[in-house]
Nanobody, 124 residues
């Protein structure tokens, strides 16, 4: 049973940085497709970053250039480095993982495994 646990969230002032981690237990490796999502109160959860089995990455436009998704060589830990944070980045952040590719665009694909989320609050 794969379990994902996020950490690294917290409160930061605008312009600051945070690094989120997503630790995977159970069977995961670098072949897994993984993503970061965020959800603001009363809004739908949205995909913001994605990494495929070859290490290729994708970002939603409003985080591109500020956020970086990566993972360790073993594929057990996923990261999201967040720089130049803005108050509108305030949200609950989730990681997700799936062993299979998808025909859907990365922002619309599904995932089998989800973490419980970590809160990020950015003050102005």
């Amino acid at each position: 049973q794969v379990q994902l646990v996020e950490s690294g969230g917290g409160s930061v002032q605008a312009g600051g940085s945070l690094r989120l981690s997503c630790a995977a237990s159970g069977y995961t490796d670098s072949s897994y497709y993984m993503g970061w999502f965020r959800q603001e109160p009363q809004k739908a959860r949205e995909a913001i970053a994605f990494i495929d089995s070859d290490g290729n990455t994708e970002y939603v436009s409003f985080v591109k250039g500020r956020f970086t998704i990566s993972r360790d060589n073993a594929g057990n830990t996923l990261y999201l480095q967040m720089n130049s944070l803005k108050p509108e980045d305030t949200a609950m952040y989730y990681c997700a993982a799936d062993p299979h590719s998808s025909i859907l665009p990365w922002r619309n694909r599904g995932y089998r495994h989800w973490g419980q989320g970590t809160q990020v609050t950015v003050s102005s």
